[in-house]
Protein backbone atom coordinates (compact mmCIF):
# COMPACT_ATOMS: atom_id res chain seq x y z
CA UNK A 1 0.00 0.00 0.00
CA UNK A 2 1.26 3.37 -0.87
CA UNK A 3 0.77 6.55 0.48
CA UNK A 4 -2.54 8.35 -0.92
CA UNK A 5 -1.48 11.59 -2.78
CA UNK A 6 -4.78 13.53 -1.81
CA UNK A 7 -6.90 12.83 1.06
CA UNK A 8 -10.23 14.65 1.96
CA UNK A 9 -11.32 15.20 5.49
CA UNK A 10 -15.37 15.14 6.71
CA UNK A 11 -15.20 17.42 9.54
CA UNK A 12 -18.06 16.83 12.22
CA UNK A 13 -17.67 13.90 14.07
CA UNK A 14 -14.64 13.30 11.75
CA UNK A 15 -12.05 15.66 13.19
CA UNK A 16 -14.10 17.06 15.81
CA UNK A 17 -16.88 17.24 18.27
CA UNK A 18 -18.82 20.52 18.44
CA UNK A 19 -20.79 19.63 21.83
CA UNK A 20 -24.05 20.38 19.69
CA UNK A 21 -22.88 23.85 18.82
CA UNK A 22 -24.37 23.18 15.28
CA UNK A 23 -27.83 22.22 16.17
CA UNK A 24 -28.13 25.30 19.21
CA UNK A 25 -27.33 27.68 16.26
CA UNK A 26 -30.04 26.02 13.85
CA UNK A 27 -32.62 26.21 16.67
CA UNK A 28 -31.78 29.38 17.55
CA UNK A 29 -31.93 30.75 13.96
CA UNK A 30 -35.49 29.00 13.25
CA UNK A 31 -36.46 30.80 16.89
CA UNK A 32 -35.13 34.15 15.52
CA UNK A 33 -37.22 33.73 12.11
CA UNK A 34 -40.01 32.03 13.05
CA UNK A 35 -40.79 31.44 17.00
CA UNK A 36 -39.60 27.94 16.70
CA UNK A 37 -36.68 26.78 18.02
CA UNK A 38 -36.60 23.67 15.93
CA UNK A 39 -34.49 20.36 17.12
CA UNK A 40 -32.91 19.21 13.69
CA UNK A 41 -31.77 15.76 15.06
CA UNK A 42 -35.62 14.99 15.02
CA UNK A 43 -35.89 15.68 11.35
CA UNK A 44 -32.80 14.92 9.81
CA UNK A 45 -29.74 12.57 9.93
CA UNK A 46 -26.06 12.41 10.06
CA UNK A 47 -24.21 13.06 7.22
CA UNK A 48 -26.73 15.16 5.67
CA UNK A 49 -25.70 18.78 3.48
CA UNK A 50 -26.55 22.21 5.31
CA UNK A 51 -29.20 22.74 2.53
CA UNK A 52 -30.71 19.39 2.99
CA UNK A 53 -30.83 19.87 7.01
CA UNK A 54 -32.08 23.23 6.79
CA UNK A 55 -34.86 22.81 4.33
CA UNK A 56 -36.23 19.11 5.66
CA UNK A 57 -36.30 20.60 9.28
CA UNK A 58 -38.49 23.68 7.65
CA UNK A 59 -40.68 21.20 6.05
CA UNK A 60 -41.13 19.03 9.21
CA UNK A 61 -41.57 22.69 11.46
CA UNK A 62 -43.45 24.67 9.19
CA UNK A 63 -45.63 22.46 7.25
CA UNK A 64 -44.36 24.08 3.54
CA UNK A 65 -41.92 24.11 1.35
CA UNK A 66 -38.92 26.44 1.82
CA UNK A 67 -39.03 29.90 -0.62
CA UNK A 68 -35.34 30.61 -1.95
CA UNK A 69 -35.58 34.07 0.76
CA UNK A 70 -36.24 32.15 3.53
CA UNK A 71 -33.47 29.85 3.02
CA UNK A 72 -30.82 32.42 2.50
CA UNK A 73 -32.20 34.52 5.59
CA UNK A 74 -32.51 30.84 7.58
CA UNK A 75 -28.81 30.53 6.57
CA UNK A 76 -28.06 33.83 7.19
CA UNK A 77 -28.82 33.40 10.94
CA UNK A 78 -27.10 30.17 11.61
CA UNK A 79 -24.12 31.16 10.67
CA UNK A 80 -24.65 34.52 13.10
CA UNK A 81 -25.54 32.13 15.98
CA UNK A 82 -22.65 29.77 14.80
CA UNK A 83 -20.14 31.92 15.14
CA UNK A 84 -21.09 32.27 18.87
CA UNK A 85 -22.04 28.78 20.04
CA UNK A 86 -18.37 27.09 18.42
CA UNK A 87 -16.41 29.53 20.94
CA UNK A 88 -18.79 29.37 23.57
CA UNK A 89 -19.32 25.33 23.24
CA UNK A 90 -18.05 23.71 26.53
CA UNK A 91 -17.25 20.26 25.18
CA UNK A 92 -16.00 21.40 21.84
CA UNK A 93 -13.13 19.31 21.07
CA UNK A 94 -10.69 17.92 18.44
CA UNK A 95 -10.78 14.70 18.02
CA UNK A 96 -7.91 12.11 19.68
CA UNK A 97 -5.40 11.64 16.58
CA UNK A 98 -7.11 13.96 13.84
CA UNK A 99 -4.23 16.56 13.87
CA UNK A 100 -1.49 13.71 14.26
CA UNK A 101 -2.71 12.37 11.35
CA UNK A 102 -2.99 15.48 9.36
CA UNK A 103 0.57 16.38 10.18
CA UNK A 104 1.97 12.53 9.35
CA UNK A 105 0.08 13.16 6.13
CA UNK A 106 1.04 16.45 5.41
CA UNK A 107 4.81 15.18 5.88
CA UNK A 108 4.15 12.20 4.01
CA UNK A 109 3.16 14.77 0.66
CA UNK A 110 -0.46 14.17 0.40
CA UNK A 111 -2.28 17.05 -0.25
CA UNK A 112 -5.44 17.80 2.17
CA UNK A 113 -8.76 18.57 1.33
CA UNK A 114 -12.25 19.28 3.23
CA UNK A 115 -15.16 18.06 2.16
CA UNK A 116 -18.19 18.60 4.09
CA UNK A 117 -21.77 18.75 3.93
CA UNK A 118 -21.68 22.15 5.78
CA UNK A 119 -21.66 25.37 4.12
CA UNK A 120 -18.17 26.94 3.56
CA UNK A 121 -18.62 29.39 6.11
CA UNK A 122 -19.74 27.31 8.87
CA UNK A 123 -17.06 24.80 8.27
CA UNK A 124 -14.27 27.63 8.47
CA UNK A 125 -15.71 28.23 11.65
CA UNK A 126 -16.43 24.75 13.50
CA UNK A 127 -12.28 24.28 12.61
CA UNK A 128 -11.27 27.58 13.63
CA UNK A 129 -11.25 26.84 17.90
CA UNK A 130 -8.87 23.95 16.76
CA UNK A 131 -6.96 25.98 14.15
CA UNK A 132 -7.54 23.02 11.93
CA UNK A 133 -7.77 24.94 9.28
CA UNK A 134 -4.36 25.64 8.53
CA UNK A 135 -3.92 21.83 7.39
CA UNK A 136 -6.01 22.28 3.97
CA UNK A 137 -4.82 23.53 1.10
CA UNK A 138 -8.55 23.41 -0.95
CA UNK A 139 -12.11 22.30 0.20
CA UNK A 140 -16.01 21.30 -1.54
CA UNK A 141 -19.01 21.98 0.77
CA UNK A 142 -22.77 21.73 1.34
CA UNK A 143 -22.91 25.32 -0.60
CA UNK A 144 -21.33 24.41 -3.46
CA UNK A 145 -24.17 21.71 -3.75
CA UNK A 146 -27.35 20.17 -1.54
CA UNK A 147 -26.01 16.68 -3.42
CA UNK A 148 -23.16 15.17 -1.01
CA UNK A 149 -22.10 12.98 -4.03
CA UNK A 150 -21.84 15.97 -6.24
CA UNK A 151 -19.88 17.85 -3.49
CA UNK A 152 -17.39 14.94 -3.44
CA UNK A 153 -16.70 14.53 -6.81
CA UNK A 154 -16.23 18.54 -6.85
CA UNK A 155 -13.61 18.29 -4.14
CA UNK A 156 -11.92 14.90 -6.22
CA UNK A 157 -11.90 17.20 -8.90
CA UNK A 158 -9.87 19.97 -7.52
CA UNK A 159 -7.60 17.48 -5.88
CA UNK A 160 -7.08 16.15 -9.08
CA UNK A 161 -6.29 20.04 -10.71
CA UNK A 162 -3.57 20.54 -7.91
CA UNK A 163 -1.84 17.72 -9.22
CA UNK A 164 -1.88 18.46 -12.89
CA UNK A 165 -3.46 14.83 -13.77
CA UNK A 166 -6.32 12.81 -12.55
CA UNK A 167 -5.83 10.48 -9.68
CA UNK A 168 -6.94 6.85 -9.80
CA UNK A 169 -9.03 5.53 -6.95
CA UNK A 170 -5.82 4.22 -4.54
CA UNK A 171 -4.54 7.90 -4.76
CA UNK A 172 -7.38 9.55 -3.03
CA UNK A 173 -9.23 8.98 -0.01
CA UNK A 174 -12.10 10.43 1.46
CA UNK A 175 -12.32 9.91 5.06
CA UNK A 176 -15.85 10.56 6.83
CA UNK A 177 -18.04 8.82 9.81
CA UNK A 178 -21.10 7.95 8.40
CA UNK A 179 -22.43 5.78 5.53
CA UNK A 180 -23.06 8.77 3.33
CA UNK A 181 -19.08 9.63 2.85
CA UNK A 182 -18.47 5.75 2.02
CA UNK A 183 -21.02 6.14 -0.70
CA UNK A 184 -20.01 9.70 -1.89
CA UNK A 185 -16.62 8.67 -2.19
CA UNK A 186 -17.35 5.51 -4.31
CA UNK A 187 -19.39 7.51 -6.44
CA UNK A 188 -16.57 9.79 -6.87
CA UNK A 189 -14.43 6.71 -7.68
CA UNK A 190 -12.20 7.16 -4.43
CA UNK A 191 -11.33 5.21 -1.68
CA UNK A 192 -13.43 5.70 1.30
CA UNK A 193 -11.90 5.33 5.22
CA UNK A 194 -14.88 5.06 7.56
CA UNK A 195 -13.77 6.54 11.42
CA UNK A 196 -15.75 4.95 13.86
CA UNK A 197 -15.88 8.67 15.72
CA UNK A 198 -19.79 9.57 15.46
CA UNK A 199 -22.99 7.82 15.30
CA UNK A 200 -21.70 4.71 13.37
CA UNK A 201 -20.18 1.29 14.28
CA UNK A 202 -17.32 0.13 12.94
CA UNK A 203 -19.22 -2.72 11.84
CA UNK A 204 -21.71 -0.52 9.99
CA UNK A 205 -19.20 1.33 7.89
CA UNK A 206 -17.66 -2.11 6.80
CA UNK A 207 -21.41 -2.85 5.93
CA UNK A 208 -21.60 0.31 3.86
CA UNK A 209 -18.55 -1.02 2.28
CA UNK A 210 -15.51 1.69 3.11
CA UNK A 211 -12.27 0.50 1.64
CA UNK A 212 -10.72 0.79 5.32
CA UNK A 213 -12.18 1.23 8.55
CA UNK A 214 -10.74 2.68 12.05
CA UNK A 215 -12.23 2.85 15.46
CA UNK A 216 -10.32 6.48 15.49
CA UNK A 217 -7.93 8.48 14.09
CA UNK A 218 -5.49 7.12 16.77
CA UNK A 219 -5.31 4.34 14.52
CA UNK A 220 -2.57 3.87 11.97
CA UNK A 221 -3.54 5.85 8.72
CA UNK A 222 -4.28 3.71 5.41
CA UNK A 223 -0.76 4.21 3.64
CA UNK A 224 1.60 5.79 6.27
Do not use: C, N
Request: aromatic letters at 8%; zero cysteines.
Amino acid sequence: MTAPLAVLFDIDETLIHTGGAGARSWARAFDQLHGIPADIGEHTSAGETDPQVGRETFRAVLGRDPSHDEMMRLYSAYLWHLAEEIWSSDTYRVLDGAEETLRRLGRAGAILGVVSGAMEGAARMKMEPGKLGRYFVFGAYGSDSADREEVTRLAVAKAARLHGRALARAEVYVVGDTPRDIEAAHAADASAVGIASGHYTARQLRAARADYVLESMTEPFPGL
